[in-house]
């Protein structure tokens, strides 16, 4: 049976810091999938996009039809071997939030797992000023909030739709990036009894 760990977190919550430690951790070996990495690629095929954060902008058939084309390569690599996948509870567009794994992309990845990593937005503020490389929002600690108590609720939408279990993992400035790493290894050594 396939096995998919979905992994989400607001931008500038320590998501991927915490995916790379907890792989070499885990000992089921898992293939990283970033779902803007898979839509980037067709966006750039089709000419629709330079800059990965241009996709959020793009209209929203076209950011539709991309992420299904993501979602159905996601579930083909899972067929051969357990996945964890990087993406976003919701993107805030310009007109507003975008669900992640809508109804027919999420039926189409059947996550075991939807992980939400979370930080207070203090501290999330202060990791994206630090963070030069990507076009962030700016965003106020109000919205911050808003945008992972919306998460909180998309996943729940998700857990209906697969066979996925919610897990809330945070990720706080003091020790809470060991804590997080070990929350997610438990998960992810769960995936050793399922492809043999
Ligand atoms: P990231 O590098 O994870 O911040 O993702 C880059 C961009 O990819 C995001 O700003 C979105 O435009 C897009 N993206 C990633 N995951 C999804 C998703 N599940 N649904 C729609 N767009 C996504
Ligand atoms: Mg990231």
């Known amino acids: 049976m396939p096995f ?14 915490i995916t790379r430690i907890a792989m070499k951790r885990a000992s089921a070996k898992f293939r990283l999938l970033n779902f803007g990495d898979l839509m980037f690629e067709e966006a750039v095929k089709a000419g629709l996009v330079n ?4 996709m959020r902008k793009l209209d929203l058939t076209t950011q539709k039809l991309l992420q299904l ?27 507003g939030y975008l669900l992640g794994l809508p109804e027919d992309v999420v039926k189409t990845i059947n ?5 939400i990593i979370e930080a207070f ?7 994206r ?48 990036l060991e804590e997080a790493v070990e929350e997610l290894v438990k998960i992810l050594n769960l995936a050793v009894r399922e492809y043999d």
């Open 4 to 17: 998919v760990v979905v992994i989400t977190g607001i931008p500038g919550v320590g998501k991927s810091t």
């Open 51 to 54: 800059h990965r954060d241009e």
């Open 69 to 95: 084309k993501a979602a159905r390569k996601i579930a083909e690599i899972a067929e051969k071997e357990p996945v964890l996948l990087d993406t976003h509870c919701t993107v805030k567009t310009p007109l």
């Open 111 to 115: 996550p075991n797992f939807v992980v």
């Open 121 to 127: 937005p203090s501290e999330i503020l202060g990791r």
């Open 129 to 176: 000023l630090r963070d030069l490389k990507r076009d962030r929002d700016v965003e106020t600690e109000e919205q911050i909030k808003r945008h992972q108590d919306l998460n909180r609720a998309a996943a729940i939408v998700y857990a209906m739709y697969s066979n996925a279990l919610i897990k809330i993992i945070e990720n706080h400035e003091d020790k809470g």
